[in-house]
């Protein structure tokens, strides 16, 4: 629950990290979208691999009752959006005009 108070420290941590270093995290990983979209698939296999614990922590509010169904959609939604990039940028236009856009 973004609004749990047990939660809000690690949100706003979230916040202002991807605020100040993700345009440029996301600025060198798309130079390279082979290299990035490479990258993104270890990430979502290590997080499918290693999930955070205080997904399964009962004291902390959660919007489901049932965590474990729960992080298993959002890595079906993470590999899904995953491919869906990764079709994006396989046509060559969409590619090239990223590319010239950068």
């Known amino acids: 629950m973004p609004n749990a108070p047990q939660l809000e420290t690690a949100a706003t941590a979230m916040r202002d990290f991807n605020a100040l270093a993700g345009p440029i995290i996301n600025g060198y990983a798309f130079c390279n979208l082979t290299m990035q979209q490479a990258t993104l698939s270890r990430a979502t296999a290590w997080v ?9 922590k009962e004291r902390l509010p959660a919007r489901t009752t049932n965590r474990a ?4 959609e959002a890595i079906k939604i993470a590999k899904a959006s995953a491919a869906n990039e990764r079709a994006y940028f396989n046509d060559a236009t969409n590619a090239s005009q990223f590319a010239a856009a950068r």
């Open 69 to 72: 169904a729960a992080l298993a």
């Open 48 to 56: 499918e691999a290693n999930p955070y614990e205080a997904v399964f």
